[in-house]
């Protein structure tokens, strides 16, 4: 992708290999979109957290808002059940998105593994591109989790089921 024509967005780092599949015209064009359409209400929320952070560095207390208590009261507000993958979360870990870290978590023993997009996750270009193909984990010809091999052995996922979920970096900061 030579050069990007999408009102409103400006991309400065190079486009190229895997990410091309991802930031194709239209998906550019979709996040312009969204960019124009809430970008005025992020910036809104933003104050507002700013504003709250002070009255709260100031000695105010965390409560519930009162324009929330006719929700909080009302017993025919619920929420769905969580999916089954997701309903024993007694065992679960968080790591970074690198294909041999995430074949580890899996290899683990744990019941869910939630791929870390902020903490241990390097905010580069590239790592946002590579991060959520490896942390999905699947080699699209052979549909296995593998990351070369380890001092002779393959380094690949061994049987049984684990839930994956995205741990998403803050998309409501300011960057720096």
Do not use: Y
Request: hydrophobic content about 30%; aromatic content about 4%; some cysteine.
């Amino acid at each position: 992708m030579a050069s990007v024509d999408v009102k409103g967005l400006e991309i400065h780092a190079p486009v190229s290999g895997r990410m091309e599949e991802v930031l194709t015209p239209d998906a550019l064009e979709f996040v312009a979109g969204l960019h124009r359409e809430f970008e005025s209400t992020r910036q809104e929320l933003l104050q507002h957290r700013a504003e709250r952070r002070a009255e709260l560095d100031a000695g105010g207390s965390l409560d519930f808002l009162d324009t929330t208590r006719e929700i909080r009261e009302d017993d025919s507000w619920v929420v769905a059940a969580p999916p089954d993958d997701l309903r024993d979360r007694r065992v679960e870990i968080t790591g970074p998105t690198q294909r041999k870290m995430v074949i580890n978590a899996l290899n683990s023993g744990a019941r869910g593994f939630m791929a870390d997009f902020e903490d241990s996750n390097s905010p580069t270009w590239q790592e946002h591109d590579r991060g959520p193909r490896e942390s999905h984990g699947r080699d699209r010809a052979h549909d296995r989790v593998h990351a070369g091999r380890r001092q002779g052995v393959p380094a690949e996922r061994r049987g049984g089921h684990v839930a994956r979920a995205p741990r998403a970096a803050g998309t409501c900061r300011r960057s720096t």
